[in-house]
Nanobody
Framework: VQLQASGGGLVQPGGSLTLSCVAS????????VAWYRQAPGEQREITASIASDGRTFYKHYAKDRFTISRENAKNTVFLQMNNLKPEDTAVYSC???????????????WGQGTQVTVSS
């Protein structure tokens, strides 16, 4: 399985971006997918995840501003990010995994990161 992440860029505070994670080599539908981010000097952390049945889970900072969604027919998971703040600046990566309840289990399948920079 290969994951391709894209959609990052430079945006002003308050702006929006939509990240895409496209899978190839396997159907995405049986799996959960998560978006992680890693800010400079920080550890990588999970930002949002979506289960195979469509349940969504968010880190506290993402709950009111970010929306994770999936289009299984396109083998794609999206992360819509609104009202972006400078502290959202990070490299965002997607991962293929599974859920048990609200807990996300990551696998070795990662998309390459896409840089999001929020700055005026």
């Amino acid at each position: 399985v290969q994951l391709q992440a894209s959609g990052g860029g430079l945006v002003q505070p308050g702006g929006s971006l939509t990240l895409s994670c496209v899978a190839s080599g396997s159907a995405l539908s049986p799996y959960s997918v998560a978006w992680y981010r890693q800010a400079p000097g920080e550890q990588r952390e999970i930002t949002a995840s979506i289960a195979s049945d469509g349940r969504t889970f968010y880190k506290h900072y993402a709950k009111d501003r970010f929306t994770i969604s999936r289009e299984n027919a396109k083998n794609t998971v999206f992360l819509q990010m609104n009202n972006l703040k400078p502290e959202d600046t990070a490299v965002y990566s997607c991962n293929l995994g599974s859920h048990t309840g609200e807990y996300y289990y990551a696998t070795k399948y990662w998309g390459q990161g896409t840089q999001v920079t929020v700055s005026s």
